[in-house]
């Protein structure tokens, strides 16, 4: 294969450089290579291609689109029809109070804006000492400047330079007193947001600890402190809701999205923000929030948003994600046995982790890798992720579908132990 001079996100290069995968089309929630292999897209793209691949629907919004008004700035007073709608619709879908919408290119930046909106907020009400931002471990938040900064992933912030570190601080995902003593260490009149993904995602898929979530907003309500909920991945499904939070009955400050909203078909995010904290900027004259992305409000990607929301709601796509949390917890439930295996994180939206054997792990750190490749050899394609291997596919799989991926990892983990010279469970 001939070198390529395309640079690929999260990649080790040297290894990428002439062994690309090329993916060529999609189908549901089946990929072919260019070769003409087929594989099971069990993580969905990235956390993102909820109603399946091949949706000419979209393709044909996106086409009619453009042939009218491909893409023009939403700056200043300038708008046009599909934002506008946009907004409204997911104003209304979101369990934030008096929403407005502040749209962007995609989860990163939606962070970025939450993270900037947050301290320019406390600034205005005459509070601007509130600049502290709080995220916790295993938590990812996007790559960009707060993102990176907020995020719980220790590599992602190694060797980077300096993030911020004075002003921003983690604390154990799992533990709602940990947060309420770092808030008091910090000083409550000092922080000004707390970020947390509902199910955390890319960290690991961490299901939060009972009463987690509601404790978070309980303990934001009593202090002032804004609830920044990161639904990039849990939202539009993932969780069986339109966004994630209301699975808990809670109603943060903002919620972050992106991914689901257009299904990945086009770059699109957004961050849902409550009338509260929109107020200064609404009701007073020249408190102009200084943010945004040339491609906010891009009216191509708002048509796609609006068309892909529709398929949503009429394949009952909400309540699929329901019922595939159990689905996929049940068929993973069948790999907790395994020699290479520590446990099982499932049971809160339609994704899981298998978790390995911490020893195991520690013994051979290319575990999540040698999983990885063994389940896409066989025609499964997962995702490998810190600590394990994750599954987040599309809406649309079927049960037989998920069957199929996870007696695919039971194969994939039963190569991986008779390489490494230990005895299969399976």
Avoid at 97 to 122: E, M, Q, V
Avoid at 229 to 247: H, S, T, Y
Avoid at 311 to 320: S, T
Avoid at 398 to 422: I, N, Y
Wanted: with cysteine; glycine share 14%.
């Amino acid at each position: 294969m001939t070198e390529t001079r395309f640079w690929h996100p999260f990649a080790d290069m040297h290894s990428v450089r002439d062994a690309e995968m090329v993916i060529d089309r999609g189908d549901g929630v089946w990929v072919w290579d260019e070769q003409g292999s087929k594989y099971l897209d069990a993580t969905a793209s990235l956390w993102c291609v909820n109603v399946g691949h091949g949706r000419t629907e979209l393709a044909e919004v996106a086409a009619a689109q453009m042939g009218k008004l491909a893409s023009y700035s939403a700056f200043g007073a300038f708008s046009n029809r599909p934002a506008i709608e946009l907004a409204e619709r997911l104003a209304d879908l979101a369990p934030v109070d008096d929403a407005k919408i502040f749209l962007t290119s995609g989860g990163g930046d939606s962070i970025d804006t939450a993270a900037k909106l947050a301290r320019r907020y406390f600034h205005l009400i005459g509070q601007p000492e509130r600049v502290h931002l709080i995220g916790r471990t295993c938590g990812y938040h996007g790559t960009h400047g707060h993102g990176t900064a907020i995020g719980g992933i220790p590599a992602n912030r190694a060797a980077m330079g300096p993030l911020d570190e004075e002003h921003t601080t983690h604390v154990p995902h799992d533990d709602l007193g940990a947060l309420e003593a770092e808030v008091a260490r910090v000083g409550a009149d000092k922080v000004a947001a707390v970020f947390v993904e509902p199910v955390i995602g890319a960290g690991g898929v961490h299901q939060p600890a009972p009463g987690y979530v509601e404790g978070v907003a309980a303990l934001c309500q009593r202090t002032g402190i804004l609830f920044v909920a990161d639904c990039v991945i849990n939202a539009f499904g993932r969780l069986g809701e339109w966004f994630g939070p209301a699975r808990f009955g809670v109603r943060p400050d903002m919620i972050t999205f992106a991914k689901g909203v257009t299904s990945g078909y086009i770059p699109l995010g957004g961050v849902a923000v409550s009338g509260r904290i929109a107020a200064p900027f609404w009701d007073e004259g020249g408190n102009i929030f200084r943010h945004g992305q040339t491609y906010a409000g891009h009216p191509t990607a708002c048509a796609v948003a609006l068309a892909n929301l529709d398929i949503i709601e009429r394949e009952g796509l909400l309540g699929r994600g329901l019922e595939l949390e159990q689905e996929i917890a049940l068929a993973l439930a069948s790999l907790d046995g395994h020699e290479l295996v520590g446990g099982i994180r499932a049971g809160t939206g339609a994704l899981g982790a298998v978790a390995f054997d911490p020893a195991a792990l520690a013994e051979h750190p290319d575990l999540p890798a040698r999983v990885f490749g063994q389940a896409r050899d066989r025609g499964v394609l997962v995702r490998p992720l810190g600590d394990g291997v994750a599954m987040s596919p599309p809406l649309v799989i079927t049960r037989e579908e998920v069957g199929l991926v996870v007696s695919t990892l039971a194969e994939a983990l039963d190569a991986v132990a008779h390489d490494l010279g230990g005895v299969a469970a399976h």
